[in-house]
C-alpha cells in the first residue's frame, strides 16, 4: 500500500481455537483515508464458531467507521464477503431462506452487518489468510490475542 486511499480500509478477522465451535474472539485494523492513521481493535466474544466470529468482527470493524463513509471491508471469510456480495438479495427475496430452504444461519448477526453497512458506503475485497497480507496477518493476531487474553484471565481466577 504506497499511495494513501480515499476511502477507509477496514481489515477484519475472528478465531475460534483450540475448537470450532469454541472460544471465539475479533480483531480489526482501521486505516482511515489519506493515510491520517491506523487504529487496532479486539474483543472476546464467548462461545461460537468461525463464522460467528468472522460476522462479529466485520460488524465491529465497519462500526468503527463513520457513517456515511467510503471503506472497504478487507476479509480472508468468504462467508461474510459473498453473504454482503452475493447472497443478500437472494435472502431477503426468500426471507431469509437459504438456496435449501432452511433459515439464514446467524440471521441476527447478518441483519446489524447489513444494516451497519448500509449506513456506509461498502465494498468488499477478499484475501488469502496466512499468505503475508500485512493488516490481514495483524487482525488475526489480534483476534487471537483476544482469546489469550481471555485464556489468561480465566486461568489467574481464583478457584
Known amino acids: 500500500m504506497n499511495e494513501p486511499t480515499k476511502k477507509w480500509l477496514a481489515y477484519t478477522d475472528g478465531a475460534c481455537a483450540p475448537s470450532n465451535p469454541g472460544p ?5 485494523v482501521l486505516l482511515a483515508p489519506a493515510g491520517r492513521g491506523s487504529s487496532e481493535h479486539y474483543g472476546f466474544i464467548g462461545p461460537g464458531t468461525n463464522q460467528i466470529a468472522e460476522l462479529t468482527a466485520a460488524i465491529e470493524g465497519l462500526t468503527r467507521v463513520p457513517e456515511g463513509a467510503a471503506v472497504e471491508l478487507v476479509s480472508d471469510s468468504q462467508y461474510v464477503l459473498k453473504g454482503l456480495s452475493e447472497w443478500r438479495r437472494g435472502w431477503e427475496r426468500k426471507g431469509f431462506r437459504n438456496s435449501k430452504g432452511d433459515p439464514v444461519a446467524n440471521l ?3 441483519k446489524r452487518l447489513f444494516a451497519i453497512a448500509d449506513a456506509r458506503a461498502v465494498t468488499t475485497r477478499w484475501v488469502r489468510g496466512h499468505t503475508g497480507d500485512r493488516f490481514n496477518e495483524r487482525a488475526d493476531a489480534l483476534a487471537n490475542l483476544a482469546l489469550q ?7 489467574e481466577a481464583p478457584e
Open 149 to 155: 487474553v481471555m485464556a489468561n484471565h480465566d486461568s
Open 24 to 28: 471465539a474472539g475479533w480483531g480489526a
Open 108 to 110: 441476527a448477526l447478518w
